[in-house]
């Protein structure tokens, strides 16, 4: 079977500083996957990395059986970025931004057509967002502008969806929604990798859960992954000392 991510042995530099260590990750199709760790760890420039916004200075990478520019040539897969690396000020309304996942189905003429706009509609619908279509993207809570770009992610069809520090600056009712959302993007058989150092929302949430301190700490189910001496190891937290 096809994974829907296949990374191995990537290194990542920024200069002199290591930023990620030999990571290798393999990740199934129709899986929600937590990518779990500190501040710092590793976890965004692992998401570039994947993504392609970031050249690995070692390692290989295929994304749905395909090399990471053919899957995104072919608008396989759909990055939600933090709050924090979007300029809000920019004039776009929401539709626009979610008209911006058509790009690649739109025609010669780069004009959307009926079918873009019933897309856009339909993902607005989706995350509900319809009542503010033509908002600035700008003027949108925290959890509404996350809802705008996973709509991005569905009117563009992607199969794979990286979602950077999700849950980060909303409120517990947009966390639900979008924690609802993606499970129905998981039954339809979609792949969901978050990253997060929040733990609460991990058990419910994801169907397995991978460990970053610039190497992979630990990787599997859910439950085995948070097992305390890993998260010691990856967030410094101490154990609860065992009978003897």
């Given at each position: ?13 920024y200069g002199e500083t290591l930023a990620l260590d030999d990571v290798s990750v393999e990740i199934g199709t129709a ?214």
């Open positions: 079977m096809t994974q829907a991510v296949n990374a191995h042995h990537v290194t990542v530099r899986r929600v996957c937590g990518l779990l760790g500190m501040n710092g760890s590793g976890k965004s420039t692992l998401f570039k990395a994947l993504t392609g916004l970031v050249r690995p200075d070692h390692g290989e990478i295929r994304l749905l059986g395909r090399d990471q520019q053919q899957a995104r040539q072919e608008g396989l897969v759909a990055y939600v970025p933090q709050s924090e690396a979007v300029d809000w000020t920019f004039p776009v309304t929401v539709a626009d931004v979610v008209m911006m996942g058509r790009y690649g189905h739109l025609g010669f003429t780069r004009r959307p057509r009926r079918a873009d706009r019933a897309a856009v509609h339909a993902a607005l619908e989706r995350v509900g967002l319809t009542d503010l279509a033509g908002r600035p993207i700008g003027e949108l809570s925290g959890g509404q502008r996350k809802r705008a770009f996973v709509a991005r992610g569905i009117a563009q069809e992607a199969q794979l969806l990286f979602l950077d520090e999700p849950f980060a600056g909303v409120d517990r009712r947009s966390e639900a929604t979008i924690s609802d959302l993606l499970r129905s993007l998981r039954a339809e058989g979609r792949t969901i990798v978050i990253s997060t150092h929040d733990l609460s929302s991990v058990p419910e949430l994801c169907d397995e859960a991978v460990l970053l301190q610039q190497r992979v700490i630990a990787h599997g189910p859910v439950e085995e992954v948070l097992a305390p001496a890993n998260l010691a190891r990856t967030f410094g937290v101490e154990t609860a000392a065992e009978p003897s």
